[in-house]
């Protein structure tokens, strides 16, 4: 457009030309050309201000062009950002979905282990009115147990009590002076201690001290025999009980036509649990292989 504005000035600048050799005979006409000339000036002033506003126009365009690039380009790449938050979304619904899956799953799961829980609840509570019954029959039992072990208890301390009066009732001894050769044994007023054993049931004679102790409450019997031989002192024997003299016995020296003789005693006496029972002599007493001196006793019964 504007090509064919500059053409037509050209046009009409030539016009003037050739006018100005007919200036006389063309005044109106050149009137009239002026007045076009305006005009087509007028109508160029207008069509550049419509040059300069398309050319604005144009620019604004341009930049609208620039700013729908950029915004194209953000669409786009909000589009990107939206299909990669869908992808993420159908992701994530997936993992809901299986979470759910899952969830639904445990509640099942979790629902028979309720009933598996309830069931076992039920089995322990009856098992414990069980344990309950049995834990009142075993004490009971217990009870009626310790009864019968107390009087078991009781029936064994008799067993033995009856046994023990049982063995001490089998109560004997008898021992002689000397355990092997001859001769005098010469005390005064001190217990003979005999060393040969024949009997010594319940072991209540001491051979080493001379001494019978009484294990037992009781009634004893109880004999010593003192034999005299070649011997210038007399015999005098005595039983004791503790240090109470309870019999005696005895013979005077030998002689030459009374060169052996014997002596004797016995008695029945009650003796304590821990009382002693010996014989002491003052004088000479012989004894030899054939045991010729001799201490004897044994219980005739308790008491």
């Given amino acids: 457009m504007k ?18 050799e007919h200036s006389h005979d063309n005044d ?12 087509g000036v007028q109508e160029l002033e207008r069509q ?28 786009t790449a909000a589009e990107n950002l939206v299909e990669k938050l869908q992808m993420e979304n159908s992701a994530m619904e997936a993992r809901m979905t299986t979470t759910e899956n899952l969830m639904e ?12 829980m309830t069931a076992a609840e039920s089995m ?11 834990a009142t029959e075993l004490a009971v039992s217990q009870e009626k147990l310790s009864s019968l072990q107390q009087r078991v208890t009781v029936s064994e ?15 004997a001894f008898s021992v002689s002076l000397l355990e092997s050769g001859e001769g005098n044994t010469e005390k005064e007023d001190v217990q003979l201690i005999y060393r040969k054993i024949f009997t010594n049931v319940g072991n209540h004679y001491n051979p080493n001290t001379g001494y019978f102790t009484a294990p037992v409450k009781g009634i004893y019997y109880f004999r010593f025999t003192g034999h005299i031989a070649h011997s210038d002192a007399s015999m005098r024997m005595g039983l004791f009980k503790n240090s109470d003299l309870i019999v005696t016995s005895g013979d005077r020296a030998t002689t030459s036509t009374d060169p052996e003789d014997n002596a004797s005693n016995g008695v029945v006496v009650q003796l304590e649990v821990g009382d002693v029972v010996s014989v002491q002599l003052f004088g000479k007493i012989w004894d030899d292989q054939y045991h010729r001196s001799t201490f004897s006793g044994f219980l005739l019964f308790a008491l």
């Fill in 105 to 116: 799953r445990l509640q099942m799961e979790n629902s028979a282990m309720e009933a598996r």
């Fill in 48 to 75: 550049t201000d419509m040059l300069a506003e398309l050319i604005a126009l144009r620019e604004m365009v341009v930049e609208q062009s620039v700013e729908l690039r950029h915004l194209t380009a953000r669409v």
């Fill in 3 to 20: 090509t064919s504005m500059v053409f037509l000035l050209i046009l009409i600048f030539c016009y003037l030309c050739r006018a100005q």
């Fill in 157 to 171: 301390n008799h067993v033995a009590e009856l046994e023990r009066q049982q063995e001490v009732r089998k109560l």
């Fill in 28 to 39: 109106i006409l050149l009137q009239g050309v002026e007045n076009k000339a305006e005009e």
């Fill in 124 to 134: 322990a509570e009856e098992l414990q009115m069980e344990n309950d019954a049995q």
